[in-house]
């Protein structure tokens, strides 16, 4: 999907779509950041995690749900649980 605003072209995959392109069919440069986010997430926890859910999780401090299982007993609780938060800019 793309879409030009202000005369730029700005990209996301359908897979990643954000919710404005879903209900407007607009994308805006925020849809790319929403959109690599979205990727990060999946990347990080091994699985797909639709974005509102994990948001819950977020909200919740349920942080080590959102790693790849694979990581466990490799890293701290406490280095997993930085890693997750720092991603995403969430602060504590």
Excluded: C, W
């Amino acid at each position: 999907m793309k879409n030009s605003h202000e005369g730029k072209i700005y990209r996301t995959n359908l897979a990643f779509a954000p919710p404005e392109y879903l209900r407007l069919g607009t994308v805006i440069p925020e849809s790319v950041t929403f959109s690599f986010g979205t990727l990060l997430l999946d990347l990080m926890s091994g699985r797909h995690i639709p974005p509102n859910h994990a948001l819950d999780l977020f909200q919740g401090k349920n942080y080590l749900v959102l790693m790849d299982s694979a990581l466990d007993g490799q890293f701290s609780d406490e280095y997993r649980t930085e890693l997750i938060i720092h991603s995403f800019m969430f602060e504590e």
